[in-house]
């Protein structure tokens, strides 16, 4: 796969739009999991299931906030492209 | 402290480098780790990294090792307002559920148009009619709600799939209009008739128009 330096702009400006709606369309799956484990760890009956389910809510918010990260670093160098 | 406040502790230019983990603010500005404000290329200084601690490859005691400064003073509870509507668009989603009309309806109406075609039987190409308008009617209510998962849920974000969706939309509606407009300008639908052709040919238009912004409605809830 060619790298980012390799490209002209437009293809990078291509290439960074591709990137941000793959990002954008993962959150509200990742908020969706999340709130599918925290509504399992109210429903279980073991503290095992409780924890574990808990942990995994956890890595999905996790997982949120880092595409939330990547998202907003992908708009500014798209920003930084359209307007350099 | 406030969130604002610790927002200008960002480790650049000499500053002091804090950041907030569970309601609590840590002065990292000491740590190797956290040069000049910024941590492992991803993170910086003046942020809330409570989120991100499931993300790291190590657990929470690491904050054992850096100095507590103090807890946050929340004016308001740090929550995004859009997290109500999110909850409400998850618990109904409302667009998955009103785009069966006009994608039903419509394609139904299709089918009647051209077993009048065939069989010149007018109780068909009546039905046709009634279904364009119930069926374009039906367009509104899932434009509606689907700019709606696009303002709560996306944030606005205007992406291939998203400028499709509008554009396309756009374009449906105007076709379902003109076939509306072109219907009733037709009088007594007899064929040979203009506006009856215009008619048929932008209720045709319309079923592939449709298919693409559903298409591309799939796309996002099955992403690939
Ligand atoms: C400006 C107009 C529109 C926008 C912004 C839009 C936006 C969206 C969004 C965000 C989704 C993801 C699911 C969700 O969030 O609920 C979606 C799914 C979908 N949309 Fe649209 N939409 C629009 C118009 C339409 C129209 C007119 C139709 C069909 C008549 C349509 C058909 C679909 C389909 C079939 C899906 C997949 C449904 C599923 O998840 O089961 N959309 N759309």
Redesign the interface.
Same mark, same amino acid.
């Given at each position: 796969m060619a790298g980012l330096n390799d490209m002209n702009k437009q293809e990078k400006i291509k290439a960074i739009e591709e990137m941000i709606q793959i990002v954008l369309l993962r959150i509200p799956k990742e908020i969706e999991a999340m709130h599918f484990y925290i509504k399992a760890a109210e429903k279980s009956t073991t503290d095992e299931a409780k924890n574990l389910f808990i942990a995994l809510a956890q890595q999905e918010k996790g997982h949120e906030a880092e595409l939330r990260r990547i998202l907003n670093d992908l708009k500014q160098q798209l920003m930084e492209l359209k307007n350099g | 402290m406030k969130r604002e406040d610790v927002k200008e502790f960002n480790g650049e230019n000499g500053k002091p480098a804090y950041i907030i983990f569970k309601g609590k603010v840590y002065d990292v500005t000491e740590s190797r780790l956290w040069k000049n404000g910024k941590h492992m290329g !991803?993170h910086k200084a003046g942020g809330d990294m409570t989120?991100? =601690?499931?993300?790291a490859p190590h657990d929470e005691k690491v904050l054992d090792k850096v100095k507590y400064v103090c807890d946050i003073e929340e004016d308001i509870p740090k929550e995004d307002p859009k997290e109500k509507w !999110?909850n409400l668009y !998850?618990r109904y989603h409302p667009h998955p559920i009103f785009i069966h009309f006009p994608m039903g309806v419509l394609y139904f109406g299709v089918f009647m148009l051209f077993l009048f075609l065939i069989f010149k039987i007018s109780e068909f190409e009546r039905t046709a009619y009634y279904a364009l308008l119930f069926g374009g009617t039906s367009v509104f209510p899932a434009v509606i709600t689907g700019l709606m998962s696009w303002y709560i849920?996306?944030d606005r &974000?205007l &992406?291939?799939?998203f400028k499709n969706k509008i554009i396309y939309s756009s374009f449906l509606i105007l076709l379902v209009i003109n076939a509306v407009v072109a219907r009733v300008l037709s009088g007594n639908q007899e064929e040979g008739n203009l506006w009856f052709y215009i008619y048929a040919i932008s209720y045709l238009l319309a079923i592939p128009v449709m298919t693409f912004v559903a298409y591309n409605g799939g796309r =996002?809830t099955w992403?690939d």
């Open positions: - | !991803r989120d991100f =601690i499931s993300m !999110r !998850r849920n996306y &974000t &992406t291939e799939i =996002i992403p």
